[in-house]
Every structure is written in C-alpha cells, then in structure tokens.
C-alpha cells in the first residue's frame, strides 16, 4: 500500500514538474473573455461529476503592477455563479498565484501556451493533503478548431491524467446571465 501512494504521489509531482510557461507571455493579450472549454483534472473525486459540468466564462483584466483580476461565472446546481479572483503576478511572466477562500490555500496557475486570439492552456497546482494538478483549455469562443481540443488532450495525457478525468463540456445555458458580459 506505501508503495502505491508512493508511486501516485511521484506520478502527481511529474505533472508539475518541468512546466514552463508560454514565451514572452503578454498579459495585455492575454485580457479579455475567455471561456472554459475543456478540463483535466486529477482529484479523485472530479470523474463522479464530469457529466454535469458545463463551459464556464470567464474575463480576464490586467492591473498596472503586473497582476490580474478574474470573474468567473459558472453553472451551479444553485444556478449562475460568478466568482472574483486575484491573481499574483510571479518572477516568471506567465505564472501568477492566487488564494482559494474554498480551500483555504494559495494556488499556482501557469499559462502553459495561448496564441491569444484563439486558445489557451492553463495549469493549475496545489498542495491539500496531496498534490493536485488542473488543466484547462481556455477559448475565446464556445466552438474550438478539433486540432485544439486534440493538443489539449495530448497535453494532458502527456502530464499522467487518465482519459477518464479529461473533459470537453457542453455550454451552459444562460451562464453568464444575457447582459452580464458574454
């Protein structure tokens, strides 16, 4: 039994392990909306609910010292919710931290590769009892090339995600509400 949660927690620290973000990352071309479309992600406890996720969207605005702010609106059981978040500009353009009020926690996003007008690979690290590791593929509209939605799964296969924790959801109805940003 060591031997397995061993071998898992190596598995994990690959994920993260040698992730560089995008060059020259530009966080003015960056900003703007940007909807997730697609989502890897290693807690045992997501493949339960990969059917009941929905595209999420999201705007990014730059701030004057180099960090970011975050809306987010997303499909809840309870209906649309939007969630503010402030990211942290790190040493390295392209990486930013942010704390999560839900778990308490400061996180790691990387923007891993975007050209800016079409796509964008984003992961996300944290450290809760156990490393755990987030990818997600962002676009700037809801429909995306095949060859995207392919180098995102290629992406996440390469990282160790098992096939069953990558997921390409269907939008969300109504999500933001009309009139809020969409």
Known sequence: MTMTVAMV???MMMVHANVKPQKDFSLQKFAGKWYRVGVAYD???FVPFRRIIKASMGTITPLPNGN???TMWEATPF???SKKYQY???SVPGQFTYFSARHNMVKDITVV???YTDYAMVLK???FNREYTQVALYARTLSVRPE???KFKTFALSRGFPRESIVIPPPAENCPPSGSGR
């Open 9 to 11: 927690m190596l598995c």
């Open 43 to 45: 807690s045992p406890s």
């Open 68 to 70: 970011a702010n975050l």
């Open 79 to 81: 209906g649309c919710v």
């Open 88 to 90: 942290e500009r790190a």
């Open 113 to 115: 590769e975007t050209n």
């Open 125 to 127: 690290h944290k450290v």
């Open 148 to 150: 995207v939605v392919q």
